[in-house]
């Protein structure tokens, strides 16, 4: 009986460690580490291109840490916020897979260096964003000139040769503008498309970056407004007129930009997961040429901008 017993316990203890094992070795295995360059984001959804993966979904929370690394040896470290993580940003992130095969984010770790050359590309993203737009929109208008021309063609027989010469010049001019969109595609990659949605513009005056209490006002007005849009995301941009060195200029219009950021956070209404980076635009798209102090004060600018990813917003239909 005693040994029976003493099987029985032997038996329990082992099978006990055995479960045990397996456990800790699956907690284990959740956890992962990757390197890769961020090829899009949208609100919490961050999408990373690695060497194994084309594109891997990084979940991002209030909680992740964002840091950036510099100086000697890499050794100089500053704590950002998700709103850094742009893309065309090589990045190393840490966190755990969910049942999804998605990334829980824990850190991220990136260079220096590489946030102020993705930071450059997300500046100008924008513009070609809205000329992409207007490519699409082209292209759709020829299609729709072209199903036309077909349809004349079946009823017209008579004027069959000329028809044909006018739907083989859409014809070209389709693939014309069809090539033009793959190469600009070509140069932002798989990085995401936006559309605007509403925009707000706050002045500063000449040298400061001090958001005025009428326009603090405005500013949460305007977040109020953006919460209630589906998928939304804000994105601001800030702009310095032509006074001064191209230097100050450019300290100016991102700090400006980031005095801005700073009262859309207080605010309290919008999670850092929906906004963009803030840009620092230096003195690039003037409002109005800076030959009079009005242009100019016009020019010292903030715009904040409701944003929605094509993808929600039924793209180049919207």
Not at 15 to 30: D, E
């Given at each position: ?56 979904t990084v979940l991002l929370s209030d909680g992740t840490k964002a840091t950036a690394k510099g100086g000697f040896l890499g050794l100089g470290r500053q704590d950002l916020g ?237």
């Open positions: 009986m005693n040994i029976q017993r003493q099987l029985r316990t032997t038996s329990g203890l082992a099978l006990s460690v055995a479960m045990f094992t397996s456990l800790g070795l699956t907690a284990v295995a959740q956890q992962a580490t990757v390197e890769g360059l961020v090829i899009g984001r949208n609100g919490p959804s961050m999408s990373v291109k690695t060497n194994d993966t084309p594109r891997l998700i709103t850094a993580l742009v893309p065309g940003l090589f990045v190393k992130v840490e966190g755990a897979y969910n049942p999804d095969h998605q990334l829980i984010a824990k850190k991220v770790v990136f260079s220096k260096s590489s946030l102020n050359t993705a930071r450059q590309i997300d500046a100008g993203l924008n513009p070609v964003n809205e000329q992409l737009g207007q490519q699409q929109d082209q292209l759709a208008s020829n299609k729709r000139d072209l199903e036309q021309t077909q349809q004349d063609l079946s009823k017209t027989s008579q004027d069959l040769d000329t028809t044909k010469q006018g739907l083989a010049a859409t014809t070209a001019e389709t693939a014309s503008n069809t090539q033009g969109i793959g190469h600009t595609n070509d140069r932002i990659g798989t990085l995401d498309q936006y559309v605007t949605k509403d925009s707000l513009t706050v002045n500063f005056a000449n040298g400061k970056a001090t958001v005025s209490k009428k326009d603090q006002d405005a500013l949460n007005d305007f977040v109020k407004a953006a919460a209630d849009t589906p998928g939304y995301m804000i994105e601001v941009q800030g702009f310095a007129s032509k006074v001064g060195s191209p230097a100050l200029n450019q300290r100016l219009s991102q700090e400006r930009a980031d005095a801005v950021l700073a009262i859309i956070q207080q605010s309290g209404v919008v999670p850092m997961t929906r906004i963009l980076a803030p840009a620092a635009m230096g003195t690039t798209n003037p409002v109005d040429p800076d030959h009079t102090r009005k242009a100019q004060a016009q020019n010292r600018r903030v715009v904040v901008t409701i944003v929605v990813n094509k993808g929600i917003s039924g793209g180049a239909s919207s």
